[in-house]
């Protein structure tokens, strides 16, 4: 007997027809005498429609003093869909019960739309187990040390399913999802795209950090933690399939380098368009200007991704950066009121058109010449690159949005990711 967290995404639980398939995959799970926890998302479009009301009341703005009520709001898409996935398992002959974040509890900081777990009592799900009982717990919610409800933000279902795997020490966690595993890109973009078999830690890691959403990022960091088995499969295969099939199905998330594998170059690419450029023009040459305008990004909470400072001239250089592209308005009114009066650059110019490109593998490390082919690749393509991010197994470049499919297909196709290439 195992004890196996299940999550299932919203396109997984999108009507009721699909819960009752999870309700019927849960089942069969249980019967084969496994101990089950369900952590189910909202259903498919309900955090968007929920959110969507609050806008047409109140437009969001960060620093919003309705952020505790976005969290109240948008994490009753997880109370509904927990609350019917429990009905279905009920209809299913199984014992179940649902829990709030709350009830758990799932105990977060208080910063609301983007809140972090601290713990999770395991107590009374423990208990729910032990009397044979299958636990489902809301997805995306916690409560704070004064008991309000908060969210994990967006795709944070993931993080719950893995803290929660992690603080029950869970046999496995296995995030049941539209797609049946981690690709090298996003099969939406490139049809092409190969299902990973095993990716490693690290890679998914990045994946994650640089845009592909299959994982939200912090799941990914809890898995690292905490080691926490952990697996991403299709919920559309049909519910009786054969356990053991089902169970080695997938993409794998693994945590040690294996010495004997081949490793690929590159394992995948991944990209976004959450991100917006803004260049502060014409600003003197001299020691202290990166934390001068970084600085006041900083003081206003608001996290930069790449940075880019040009060569001087006349003493005068160029200083860009990205960020994310809710928080861009904000930052150029700011650097506009504080940085440019004060700095006594000409001028602040600002593009919201950008996206960013990433190549993943670890097995960069041990190749030269892997970010010169990018370069290569995007060149023949005609692909101007602003920026340029690297690290040990990524590089990264900001193009124009519009290049951004064909960047991916050009490069998915130049680092032999294809399927016919597999
Ligand atoms: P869920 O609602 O189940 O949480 P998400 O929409 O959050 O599902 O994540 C699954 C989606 O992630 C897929 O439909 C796919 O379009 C996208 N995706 C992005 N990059 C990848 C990748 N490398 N491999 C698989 N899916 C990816
Ligand atoms: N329902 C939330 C969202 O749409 C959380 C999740 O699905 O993981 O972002
Ligand atoms: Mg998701």
């Known amino acids: 007997m195992a004890l196996i967290v299940h999550k299932y995404g919203g396109t997984s639980m999108g009507s009721t027809e699909r819960i009752r398939n999870v309700a019927k995959r849960v089942a069969k799970w249980a019967r084969a005498g496994?101990?089950?926890?369900?952590?189910?998302?909202?259903?498919?479009?309900?955090?968007?429609?929920?959110?969507?009301?609050?806008?047409?009341?109140?437009?969001?703005?960060?620093?919003?003093?309705?952020?505790?009520?976005?969290?109240?709001?948008?994490?009753?898409?997880?109370?509904?869909?927990?609350?019917?996935?429990?009905?279905?398992?009920?209809?299913?002959?199984?014992?179940?019960?649902?829990?709030?974040?709350?009830?758990?509890?799932?105990?977060?900081d208080s910063a609301f739309t983007k809140a972090r777990i601290e713990s999770i009592d395991d107590v009374r799900v423990r208990a729910d187990l032990d009397a044979g009982r299958v636990v489902v717990i809301t997805g995306f919610q916690g409560v704070d040390e004064a008991g309000n409800i908060t969210t994990l933000g967006r795709g944070g279902s993931d993080t719950s399913a893995v803290a929660i795997a992690a603080a029950l020490k869970a046999n496995e966690c296995l995030i049941y999802?539209?797609?049946?595993?981690?690709?090298?890109?996003?099969?939406?973009?490139?049809?092409?795209?190969?299902?990973?078999?095993?990716?490693?830690?690290?890679?998914?890691?990045?994946?994650?950090?640089?845009?592909?959403?299959?994982?939200?990022?912090?799941?990914?960091?809890?898995?690292?933690?905490?080691?926490?088995?952990?697996?991403v499969l299709s919920s559309f295969t049909p519910w009786d399939i054969d356990i053991d099939e089902e169970a080695r199905s997938g993409t794998l998330i693994t945590f040690e380098e294996d010495e004997n594998m081949e490793q690929a170059v590159v394992s995948g690419i991944a990209f976004n368009k959450d991100e917006a450029k803004i260049s502060v023009l014409g600003v003197?040459?001299?020691?202290?200007?990166?934390?001068?305008?970084?600085?006041?990004?900083?003081?206003?909470?608001?996290?930069?991704?790449?940075?880019?400072?040009?060569?001087?001239?006349?003493?005068?250089?160029?200083?860009?950066?990205?960020?994310?592209?809710?928080?861009?308005?904000?930052?150029?009114?700011?650097?506009?009121?504080?940085?440019?009066?004060?700095?006594?650059?000409?001028?602040?110019?600002?593009?919201?058109?950008?996206?960013?490109?990433?190549?993943?593998?670890?097995?960069?490390?041990?190749?030269?010449?892997?970010?010169?082919?990018?370069?290569?690749?995007?060149?023949?393509?005609?692909?101007?690159?602003?920026?340029?991010?690297?690290s040990e197994i990524k590089t990264s470049v900001v193009i124009d949005e519009k290049y951004m499919e064909l960047a991916v297909r050009a490069l998915h196709k130049a680092f032999d990711l294809d399927q016919t290439a597999a």
Request: charged fraction near 20%.
């Open 34 to 108: 496994h101990q089950m926890v369900v952590v189910p998302s909202a259903m498919s479009g309900e955090t968007n429609r929920l959110l969507g009301l609050a806008k047409e009341l109140a437009p969001s703005q960060p620093g919003d003093s309705h952020h505790r009520e976005l969290d109240m709001l948008a994490s009753t898409g997880e109370q509904a869909s927990s609350a019917l996935l429990a009905i279905a398992l009920q209809a299913e002959g199984m014992e179940a019960v649902s829990y709030a974040g709350w009830q758990v509890q799932v105990r977060t």
């Open 177 to 231: 999802t539209d797609v049946d595993g981690v690709y090298t890109t996003d099969p939406r973009v490139e049809p092409d795209a190969r299902r990973l078999g095993t990716v490693s830690f690290e890679e998914m890691l990045e994946m994650a950090s640089l845009g592909s959403k299959v994982l939200q990022i912090r799941s990914v960091e809890f898995a690292g933690k905490y080691k926490v088995p952990l697996r």
């Open 284 to 390: 003197p040459d001299k020691p202290g200007i990166a934390y001068h305008i970084l600085g006041a990004i900083a003081d206003a909470n608001i996290e930069v991704d790449v940075i880019i400072q040009n060569l001087s001239k006349d003493g005068r250089t160029d200083f860009s950066f990205t960020v994310h592209r809710n928080d861009y308005a904000r930052a150029v009114d700011l650097l506009k009121a504080k940085v440019l009066p004060t700095l006594g650059a000409a001028e602040i110019v600002g593009d919201t058109k950008i996206c960013k490109v990433s190549i993943v593998g670890i097995g960069m490390r041990s190749h030269v010449g892997v970010a010169s082919k990018m370069f290569r690749v995007l060149s023949e393509e005609g692909i101007n690159i602003q920026m340029i991010s690297t």
